[in-house]
């Protein structure tokens, strides 16, 4: 019998207009571009201004740059899915706004939540519906409005995130393409170094919830990387062990873009070159989970079919893993 994968036939992407560099940061918080590019690698973000802007504003101009270069019907569309952590609303699910917006009227949708690591978890998920035959067209979304949830008072983490979002089609083939192969983790003991304290049910909304602060990301960052650099690192050369890649046959290692150093450490690991690391956190900073389909939108001209990219992802929960993709287009 032949084996259907689920390959990746087209890529869409946006960020906002409004670019907050670290200059600007300079007047917000005590912290200077030198000290921030030191640690993190980042130069600018971008940031969704406006009132009653969500993050489903960043979904729809990302599924609408896809259909718009791949021509395809929204109608066609059968499964959307978005991974973000940063809503529009508890309920309804932001897929399912971004999805009437764009006339995927045909589609069901969902939201998945596991931070960074979402827009990977959702590759997997969505490729594992093409792969079983039951939809020909699904539609993942990673993306984050951070700005929302960010405190501009605390230096530790107003420089690191930034709004964005990116989208893949997926579609089935016969072809040695596609989604190959994907290791998946989580540890719940992360939640202790790296949450929002207030908002869930646990910590419903009040006025001294508010006043304390707690509706804005937490995060211990030294305790946080030395997770990150172990765990996307190993993950990473697992992946690339059990399917036979190396340095030599890799094309492209694609990060998640938390943090340069974290970057630097991965690509080490599995032996890969920095000629061959996607990385675009300079611009974008983190945009959780939009990093990732962002680095396919900006270098979609570069790839080529038949390229083995490894893409990989640390966040918040904890929760991260890998995904081995052989390319099936050129752009």
């Avoid at 906002?16 to 571009?33: A, G, H, K, R």
């Avoid at 964005?164 to 994907?182: F, K, R, Y």
Wanted: net charge negative; charged share 20%.
């Amino acid at each position: 019998m032949t084996k259907i994968r689920a390959a990746i036939t087209g890529v869409g992407g946006y960020v906002p207009d409004y670019i907050l560099t670290n200059q600007e940061l300079e007047t917000m918080v005590d912290t200077s571009d030198e000290w921030i590019t030191s640690r993190t690698g980042i130069k600018e973000r971008r940031i969704l201004k406006g009132e009653n802007q969500g993050v489903s504003v960043l979904g729809i101009k990302a599924v609408e740059d896809l259909l718009a270069k791949t021509k395809i019907d929204p109608k066609e569309i059968d499964l959307l899915i978005f991974a973000t952590v940063t809503a529009d609303m508890t309920f309804p699910a932001t897929a399912n706004i971004v999805a009437t917006a764009v006339g995927a009227t045909n589609a069901f949708s969902f939201d998945m939540s596991a931070a960074c690591s979402g827009f990977i978890y959702g590759l997997a998920t969505g490729a594992s519906y093409i792969q079983s035959g039951m939809y020909k067209k699904v539609v993942v979304i990673g993306g984050d409005k951070m700005s929302a949830i960010m405190d501009y008072t605390d230096r530790t983490t107003c420089i690191i995130f930034g709004d964005g979002a990116g989208c893949v089609l997926l579609e089935p083939t016969t072809e040695d393409v596609g989604v190959m192969d994907s290791i998946l983790k989580s540890d719940g003991n992360g939640e202790a170094y790296l949450h929002m304290k207030a908002g869930g049910s646990r910590r419903p909304a009040t006025l001294d919830s508010v006043t304390k602060r707690e509706h804005f990301v937490y995060q211990e960052g030294s305790a946080v990387f030395k997770f990150a650099v172990t765990n996307m690192a190993d993950v990473s050369a697992q992946l690339a062990e059990r399917n036979h890649l190396n340095a030599d046959n890799i094309q492209w290692l694609v990060p998640h873009q938390a943090n340069k150093r974290i970057i630097d450490a991965t690509a080490s690991r599995v032996g890969i070159s920095e000629d061959k690391v996607m990385m675009n956190i300079e611009r974008y900073g983190n945009t959780t989970a939009g990093t990732i389909p962002l680095l396919l939108w900006d270098y979609e001209k570069k790839l080529k079919k038949g390229d083995n990219l490894i893409i990989a992802a640390f966040g918040g929960g904890f929760t991260w893993g890998a995904v081995y993709v052989k390319w099936a287009y050129n752009s």
